[in-house]
């Protein structure tokens, strides 16, 4: 009787054994996903903030008066005659290239 109650004692013990270290296993890997969730929600708010300065940068740079002085100034760029103006989507841009234009 005492070697069968030491059998379950010693089952009861390993097992509960198990039991502690899955509970640890899984606690430690739930707060090691926690930590990831952190770093990478501290990345997804670095990304959206970059996304919003280039954004602002791109409304900046598409402003028609900076596209003008930056035409003008710096790759001395003018108007161009009415002649040498080809509307898009006009059923004339063939015979304006070609050169006959009525």
């Not at 502690?20 to 996903?33: A, P, S």
């Not at 990831?36 to 919003?52: A, P």
Request: charged residues 25%; proline residues 2%; glycine residues 6%.
């Amino acid at each position: 009787m005492k070697a069968r109650f030491l059998t379950h004692w010693t089952v009861s013990v390993v097992a509960a054994m198990a039991a502690f270290i899955v509970h640890l296993t899984v606690r430690m890997e739930t707060v090691q996903m926690g930590y990831d969730l952190g770093t990478e929600r501290k990345h997804e708010r670095e990304l959206v903030e970059q996304r919003r300065l280039l954004l602002l940068e791109g409304a900046t740079l598409r402003q028609v008066d900076r596209v003008e002085a930056v035409a003008r100034g710096t790759l001395a760029m003018d108007v161009a005659p009415p002649l040498r103006v080809i509307a898009v989507g006009s059923g004339h841009v063939a015979q304006r290239i070609s050169g006959r234009v009525r």
